[in-house]
C-alpha cells in the first residue's frame, strides 16, 4: 500500500493542475525514474502500473546497460532507455565513482529525454523519481515540470535514516536502547551497519543520507509502506 504525503491540500490541487488535471487522464504523461538497484525497480515499476491502471500515460526510464533485464509489460508502459555513463563493455565502477558519473550523465540523459517529449502530443508533465536521486527534481523543474520522490524503503527504516541524517542518532550510543521520536525502541544491532559505523560503508552512506538533501521541497512525497503496519511512525514522520 502506498502512503501519500501532501503538505497540503492546495499543494495538492496545484499538483494535480501541473500535472494536467483538467485533461483527460491519458493526456497526463508521468516520467518514472528508478535507481537501478535491488529493491528499487520493482516498486516503482509497480506504483507506474497502478497509474496505467488509472488511465495515465506512464514511461518508465532505465539505464541501456540494464535494460535486457527489463520484461517487456505490453502496451501499458513505456520503457526509454537512458546512457548511464558506463560503455559498453565496460566494468562498472565503485559506487562512490559511479554515482557521480551516473548524476552527469543522466541529468543530460533525461533533459534530452523531456525535450524530445515536448514536441509529441503527449509531453512529460511530471516525474516521479527514485529518493537516492534527489536532484532529478532540479532537472525537471529546469524543464518546466515539477516531480516528487518515491522511497522504497518502509517509512521506519526512512525515519531511522532521517534521524541520523539531522543528528537525532549521537554517536558512540550511551546507552543500550536507541529512542527515537516516531519509532519503537531499538536495540544498537537493530540499526544498519552503515549507521553504527558511517565509515563502513562510505558510498552507499551517502547515497542512502543524499535523499533527505531537499526532502522539504517537493510538495509531495510517496512511500512504499503499509499504513496499517507503520501507522503510528507514519503519522508522527511524515
Known sequence: MLCLRVRNANT???LWRKMGGRASRKEIHVLVVPFHVQGHINPMLQFAKRLSSKGLRLTLVIPKSIGNSIQSHGNSINVEFIFDGVKEGQSTPAIEEYLKIYKA???QSIAELLEKHSSTPHPIKYIIYDS???WLLDVARSSGIDGCPFFTQSCAVGAVYYHAFQ???NFPFEEPVVSLPSIPPLEFNDLPSF????GSYPGIYDMVFSQFSNVNEPGVLLWNTFTELEDKVRLKFL
Open 105 to 107: 550523465a543522466a541529468t
Open 195 to 198: 549507521v553504527r559505523d558511517s
Open 167 to 169: 543528528g537525532t542518532l
Open 132 to 134: 537516492i536521486v534527489p
Open 12 to 14: 495538492f490541487r496545484k
